[in-house]
């Protein structure tokens, strides 16, 4: 069998972002390097949304860039702007399509399906894919969004909404979320922050029915896409293994308190392009270890008091909308930290140190 200079394990948004930023920097002329990716085809199958506090190597695929955005609870709403750090969205189908274009061009690069049909013992590994053991008690983002199209012009595509709390909560944090790619066509979804063996929450298609029919009040209207998944709002279990180091949310990429990891994908693909050379001896890339701590925080209070959430992300947001994304975005500083923790109800959260 064959042997190769790198591996990732893993052709989706880590592994093929890692590999693109490989690729364009000329680290892999004299290297070689294999993909491993079960899938038959690339094809749409997510949307992948952040504010850009950083550059990145996908501005041509961004479906949709804005400059305001709301946040709402019943009978309050919040109108914002984030003209500093432009919320982008972008499309997976693009991506997948503007990066194995380029991959293909490169006759070091391979792709297989299996692990099993190649010789990796004397291979540096990069794996993204995440060991998840089933624990009832861990909290996920489990989500379902449509596009859909209007016959008539019925969005202001120049704002999208972050978080709408006006919708039933059944004892969990609940929110829809609208991307209004044009005045006719946007993304709308449903999102859950729970455990993830709660099936009582996936009765997605009517949530979303009843929202779009009943909230919005839009009667006519097609669905052309539907993406449905779950990110997990804890750290793998991926054990450090010599020679190999986990990428994506198998490495910790995924913020546990917004589920983002796009852009902290590419942040630990352009440092690990940066260390190739020494790959082996490199220190281990991580989100900062305050944010891993106010998360926990966070996250122990959303366990415990979910019917305070809406009001809590509410508040935060009364903050400087330019310190709440960097602080989401982790490019916060000390007194930016500051800033959002006294929105918080202290008293809370101060509990929440001990459960």
């Known amino acids: 069998m064959k042997e190769f200079d790198y591996i990732i394990i893993g052709g989706g948004c ?25 899938r038959l085809e690339y094809k749409k199958d997510k949307t992948w949304s952040f ?46 399509e503007k990066i194995n274009i380029r991959l293909k061009k490169n006759k070091n690069i391979f792709f297989f399906k299996n692990l099993d049909d190649i010789d990796k013992k004397n291979s540096f590994i990069f794996n993204s894919v995440p060991e998840i053991k ?19 012009n019925y969005f202001d595509d120049s704002i999208f909404n972050l978080m709408d709390f006006d919708c039933e909560q059944r ?8 991307l209004p790619y044009s005045k006719n066509k946007a993304l709308v979804e449903t999102t859950w922050l729970s455990k993830m063996n709660d099936n009582s929450q996936k009765d997605y298609d009517n949530q979303l029915k009843n929202y779009l029919e009943n909230h919005l009040n839009l009667k ?16 793998p279990a991926n054990k450090e293994i010599k020679s190999q180091i986990n990428i994506g949310t198998a490495g910790g990429m995924t913020r546990l308190s917004t589920g983002y990891t796009f852009l902290n994908i590419q942040e ?12 082996s001896n490199v220190k281990k890339y991580e989100i900062h270890k305050k944010y891993q701590f106010l998360d926990e925080i966070f996250l122990r209070v959303l366990d415990k008091h979910p019917e305070k959430m809406s009001n809590i992300f509410f508040d935060m947001f009364r903050a ?11 490019k916060s500083n000390f007194f930016e930290d500051l800033s959002i923790i006294f929105k918080m ?10 459960y």
């Open 14 to 38: 880590a592994g093929l972002s890692l590999a693109y930023e490989l690729e364009v920097h000329n680290k892999l002329n004299n290297k070689t390097l294999a993909i491993i990716e079960p």
């Open 51 to 96: 504010w850009k506090v950083t550059s990145h190597n996908f501005d041509d695929c961004v479906k949709k860039s804005w400059k305001n955005f709301s946040i709402n609870i019943p009978g309050k709403i919040n109108h914002l702007e984030c003209n500093n750090y432009p919320y982008q969205s972008i499309d997976s189908g693009l991506f997948y």
């Open 134 to 152: 089933k624990n009832h008690l861990n909290l996920w983002q489990h989500f379902c969004g449509i596009e859909i199209e209007t016959e008539k």
């Open 171 to 178: 004892e969990s944090v609940h929110f829809f979320y609208t």
């Open 220 to 235: 006519d209207y097609k669905i052309s896409y539907k993406e449905e998944g779950a990110i997990p709002l804890f750290y």
């Open 268 to 279: 630990h693909s352009k440092y690990i392009r940066k260390n190739i050379e020494n790959i």
């Open 320 to 330: 400087s909308p330019k310190t709440v994304i960097k602080f989401l975005s982790n």
């Open 345 to 354: 109800p202290k008293l809370t959260f101060i509990k929440a140190l001990f």
